[in-house]
Structure formats: C-alpha cells, structure tokens
C-alpha cells in the first residue's frame, strides 16, 4: 500500500508552499488542528464498523460483510499496539496528500496558486473532514489511495506502462479497501482511451489492479464458496428497496416472501438500517454472516421490486442524491447514532463490550488483543472543547460541494477544459452516486469524493496558461499520448 513516487515529490512540494503564504498558512492550520484532535481525543474514535476491522487485523480473513483492505493494513501495524498510531497516520497522510496535490496543481497542471491553494482547503480544514480521519474507518485509507492514483494518472507526460501499472495497483488495492474503488478502474480505463494511450498502459494498468482484486476474490472463494469481494450485495440491494418495495400493491414470488420490508412506506427506518436492526427480515444477528441463500434471496426481492416499481425507485436515488447530498444542513440520517458518530463527542463512545464480533469473540476481547488495553478514548479539555467549538462552524456544506461539481461540469463544457479536469470530476460524482444507488446514503461517502470535486473546479477555472502546457518544464509526449483536441475533449 505504498505511495512512494507521491512520497519522493514531497520534499519539492514543501519548497513550493514557501511560495503562497495562503496555502501555507491553510496548511499550517490543518496541521495545528490535527495536533488540537490528537491531544483532545487520546486514542481512536470508535463506529461500528471498527471492530470489525479490528477482528480482522488481529487475524486476517476475509469479511463476509466488507472487503479486508482496511482490517490487513491495520494488522501491519499490530506489533506497534498504539490505535493512537493508527489516527496519526490518518491525519500525516491526508497532510501528504494535500501538499503533493498543491504541488502537483502548480507545477504540473498550471493552475494559478490561489486556486490551487483553494482546491485542497476543504481537505486541510473541513471539521468533519478531520473528525473521519480520527475514527478507525477505512474512508481514510481509501481516499489517499483513490486520489493519489488519479495524481499520478492525470500527471502531464506519456503514461507508460510502468504508470499506469503503479495505478492500476493502487486502485486494486483501493478497491479491496471498499467496493466502490470499483468504478474508478473504469473511469481510469476510459481516460487513457480518451488519451488516445497505446495499448501496454492498458495492459498494464488491468493487470495491475485485476491482481489484489482477483487474489482478494479467490481467498473469498476459499473461505466462503463465492468468487467475489463480499457477501452482501444482495442484502445491501434489498435495503435500497425495502425504502419503497410494496407487497400490497405486487405480489413478491411466495419463495421470497418474507423479505417484505414491515410498515408503510413512509414510516420505515433507513435503508440501510433496515438491514440491520432487530427483527429485520434480513435475519440479521450480531457476530453471524448471512448465508449465501439469504443474499440471493435478497438480490432477487431486490430485482423483482424495482422492475415493478422503477419510479420509487428512482425517486429514492434522487432523493439521497439531489436532496441529502446537497442540502446545506445535515439530518440525524439514516439514524440519530450513526451521524451522531461523525460529530466530537463530549464524552467516550458508549458501546455494548460483550456484543459478538464476527469471526470470533466480543467487542472487548478484540480490542484488547490489538491494543493491550481498553481502547476507551481519553477526552481532554479544553483541546476537546476546542475541536467541537470548531464544528459547529468551519464545514463544508453539501451545497457548497454542488456549487463545486457545477463549476467543474460548466469548466468542462463551455472552457473546452482538458480530459484531466472530467477525470476528477467524474471521479466525484461517481463516489457520490454509487452508494445510493446500491444501498443507502451516509454522510461519510461525502468526503472522499470532495478533493476530487475541488481539484476539477480548479483545473477548470484556475489555470494560469490558457493552453495548460507548462512552461516550467515542457513535456514531449508521444503521439498517442497527445492531449485531444479541444472539440474531442469534451
């Protein structure tokens, strides 16, 4: 899981912050907010998902619920057993990733300093942003991998194999840390046709991430009988449904009857609540895995609901896009615990020790194996203090983030912007369609699909050279490696 060709350039993007005293300062003040988190909040923040990733780092396996990526990079550092160790390097990355962006926005892709130094503010300062960063999630993980792959598809020069390769790579890994790095493969695959690339960057870059992707697959295949990532996605599609899905109306096949989501319609939890809470249809239990009948099951309840109701289902999708995802305020969604989690507690996260994990023991027990200890989290005032003061007013709202996306779609469209500005911004808006589509909307998907948005607005607006060819340093390109002309670009 290395980033090592972003990691040589850092020392050259740290010469480039002495040049904009506006990007030094935003950098200079996330790096001091991360202190202030660090301090505030001794240890890790915990969700639910944690000890999941947890369980799996104290013995790797493949989850039947969630891809391994994020539980095998906390393994590599069990021998340490610090989850403070974990956080930092949650927030030293982000910092890395940030100052190579803005390196990288300057210096490779002409974009003037101020727009560039705006470009990654959200990511340096946003208060949600550094929250993510202190829970023991895999969002962290996969964003630096996600983007950096993109920095490096999207850097001026002929893409080679051996580029593409590395980004390859780095998506497949991405992928095994969540499902949705998926789609991003195919957002890669069609920049370099659009590029006009020759065919061994294509090569390289399918077998570089089919490899982590297939490997992962077939240890799933071993432990669990399926060839594929999880066990879930049917259970996840069922609950994008069970939103709209009306027995009364349609009569579901008797053989998956009992998976009629309970209640009317509009008095039913979330999505993907619905999966989870007691009496579910799904059968869910803590610490056990759905079978593989359950989830087919449940993909075919799935299936036979939005054919038969594919305006609801189109409305919900719309909904959790259009509304939740760009409305200015936030809601106590998909329930009042799960956002509640996104926020700085006031005190230690209350959680159940004794609750089954799956794979084996409890919640206090797995902790325990890993860090040596409690895994409570120390709350320290007034850093503390300080970092909930902080939240209540320094954010980026959903609607700032479609003023964003807009700005880079009209960049596209009416300044004839380059193939590199769609590939951020497809990128974004793929992040944020995927989850609703498939399962539900959660306000964490939010953020790792903000730099990409940022930096496709800045590439679009913020270029100091109409051309986008660098002066500093000319870049002779192959033939197939030619930008396109600006009436193919689009």
């Known amino acids: ?10 020392p050259k993007a740290m010469a480039a912050v002495k040049g904009n005293r506006l990007f030094a300062v935003v950098l200079v003040a996330g790096v001091v907010l991360r202190v202030i988190t660090t301090l505030g909040f001794q240890g890790v923040l915990w969700f639910n998902d944690s000890y999941d990733f947890v369980r799996i780092a104290n013995e790797p396996f493949p989850h039947p619920l969630r891809p391994s990526g994020y539980g095998i990079f906390l393994w ?21 990733l940030s100052v190579a962006g803005y390196r990288m926005l300057v210096r490779d892709f002409d974009v003037r300093r101020v727009w560039a130094a705006l470009a990654v503010t959200p990511l340096l300062l946003d208060s949600y942003q550094i929250e993510l960063e202190h829970l023991l999630l895999s969002d962290t993980l996969f964003t630096v991998l996600a983007f950096g792959a993109m920095l490096l598809l999207a850097r001026p020069g002929a893409t080679g194999w051996r580029r593409a390769a590395l980004v390859g790579t780095l998506l497949g890994v991405a992928a095994v840390t969540r ?6 493969f195919l957002i890669a695959v069609l920049y370099l046709l659009v590029r006009r690339t020759r065919w061994p960057a294509h090569a390289a870059l399918a077998v570089a991430f089919l490899l982590p992707v297939g490997a992962y697959a077939t240890w799933f295949q071993q432990e669990h009988g399926r060839f594929g990532m999880t066990g879930v996605d049917g259970i996840f599609l069922w609950g994008r449904t069970a939103a709209f899905a009306d027995c009364d109306a349609f009569t579901p096949p008797p053989d998956i009857a009992r998976l009629c989501p309970r209640g009317p319609k509009d008095d039913r939890p979330a999505s993907s609540h619905q999966i989870w809470r007691e009496g579910s249809p799904t059968g869910w ?11 087919a099951d449940a993909q075919r309840f799935a299936l036979w609901a939005i054919r038969n109701q594919p305006l609801d289902y189109a409305r919900v999708v719309s909904y959790d896009f259009f509304v939740r995802t760009f409305s200015w305020n936030r809601s106590q969604y998909p329930t009042v615990g799960t956002e509640a989690r996104y926020h700085f507690p006031t005190k230690p996260t209350a959680f159940k020790p004794d609750l089954p994990v799956l794979g084996g023991g409890d919640r206090r027990t797995v902790v325990r194996e890993y860090s040596h200890g409690t895994g409570r989290t120390h709350i320290v005032d007034p850093y503390a203090g300080v970092m909930r003061g902080y939240q209540e007013h320094v954010r980026v709202p959903g609607t700032v983030l479609g003023v964003v996306l807009l700005a880079g779609a009209a960049g596209i469209v009416w300044r004839r912007a380059r193939a590199r500005t769609a590939l951020f911004w497809t990128s974004s808006v793929t992040l944020l369609a995927v989850p609703p589509i498939t399962v ?5 998907y939010l953020l790792p699909a903000l730099p990409f948005a940022c930096f ?4 679009a607006w913020g270029r100091s050279v109409p051309s986008g060819r660098s002066k500093a340093k000319p870049v002779r390109e192959t033939p197939d490696e030619k930008e396109p002309q600006p009436a193919t670009a689009n």
């Open 179 to 184: 499902t949705v790095g998926v789609p991003l």
């Open 456 to 459: 496709a607005a800045a590439m």
């Open 285 to 295: 239990t803590n610490g056990e895995a759905f079978d593989a009948k359950t989830n």
């Open 76 to 96: 590599t550092l069990k021998p340490f057993h610090s989850l403070a160790l974990v956080t930092v390097l949650h927030h030293a990355a982000i910092i890395g």
């Open 1 to 10: 899981m290395s980033l090592s060709p972003l990691a040589d350039r850092l």
């Open 440 to 444: 539900d909307f959660d306000y964490r």
